[in-house]
């Protein structure tokens, strides 16, 4: 299994209409192939500079791999994620 996680702040204001379109958006990952426990989540640490956050699992690399490529993903970045984006991390865990 491999969590693919992404931390990342957005250029639109907080609580705009741009902000919650782009969340929206989003939802586009739920459904690739391969996608299970997607979440969009809201940071609140305190500790992290960052406001939100995606999470989901993959059962092995073929399904993250597959992920990757899909055009629902590679149009998502392309359209949404590279314009609106100001700034993320990327981390993808698999367990111990």
Do not use: C
């Amino acid at each position: 299994m491999i969590r693919h996680t992404v931390v990342f702040s957005l250029k639109h204001a907080a609580g705009s209409v741009e902000e919650h379109a782009f969340l929206d958006a989003a939802l586009v990952l739920e459904a690739i192939p391969g996608v299970q426990k997607f979440e969009r989540l809201r940071q609140v640490s305190p500790k992290a500079d960052y406001a939100f956050g995606f999470s989901m699992e993959f059962v092995d690399q073929a399904a993250y791999d597959g992920y990757n490529v899909h055009p629902d993903h590679v149009a998502f970045v392309r359209d949404r994620w590279v314009p609106e984006v100001a700034r993320f991390q990327e981390i993808d865990y698999v367990a111990l």
